[in-house]
């Protein structure tokens, strides 16, 4: 078993895939912000940067993967990426299954969300070793993924679902504890490394 995690982790953190991963991340990240454009025509400028929550969580972990194939951590945008990627990666499936059980149908694009946002989780949780942040880190990258949740359900820029909007009280309440658990995630993933660096 060991030696099949230690032949996977060779490909994952291989420059060559590494490359291949930042260019999917790249292209996902300029169609998560060409999605969202619709919204943010109808958005103040001064929330811009807080409407498109899963292209930047992509496009923080799109530099991080830049930073690795240079030899380098940006240690900050690690730690946002960890955690906004599993975060909004997360929240996306939740959304669309809920869209699901509210209409009965989320047709093939809703099903390629679920996929994408839950790929998106899974890369930041496979490439934990890699991360490289600091509880300072983890602490200013939390600020701002609470700050966030403020801006989408206290002033209302929270990502769009018609058919989801009667249920936001609720969905605010689930986003704020998905952002703990995931600020817990990284919190536990330097602890772990720590330890593991230690023995």
């Not at 959304?95 to 839950?118: P, Q, R, V, Y």
């Not at 991360?131 to 880190?137: A, K, L, N």
Request: proline share 2%.
């Amino acid at each position: 078993m060991s030696s099949l995690i230690n032949m996977a982790w060779f490909v994952l953190s291989h420059k060559s895939f590494l490359m291949l991963l930042l260019f999917v991340n790249l292209m996902g990240t300029v169609y998560g912000y060409d999605w969202y454009m619709w919204q943010l025509e109808i958005t103040e400028p001064k929330f811009w940067i807080f409407v498109p929550d899963s292209p930047t969580a992509s496009l923080f972990f799109t530099i991080a993967i830049f930073g690795w194939i240079i030899g380098r951590n940006f240690k900050l945008i690690e730690a946002l990426a960890l955690i906004t990627l599993v975060k909004y990666g997360l929240w996306a499936v939740v959304m669309n299954l809920l869209t699901l059980f509210e209409t009965g149908s989320i047709g093939w694009m809703g099903w390629m969300l679920i996929g994408s946002h839950f790929a998106m989780a899974l890369q930041g949780i496979l490439y934990i070793r890699m991360y490289r942040f600091t509880y300072i880190h983890i602490a200013i990258a939390a600020i701002w993924t609470l700050h966030n949740d403020v801006i989408d359900y206290v002033f209302g820029q929270m990502p769009i679902y018609n058919d989801l909007m009667k249920h936001m009280n609720q969905i605010g309440y689930f986003t704020f504890w998905l952002s703990i658990a995931c600020i817990a995630l990284a919190c536990w993933s330097l602890k772990n490394r720590s330890a593991s660096m230690s023995v």
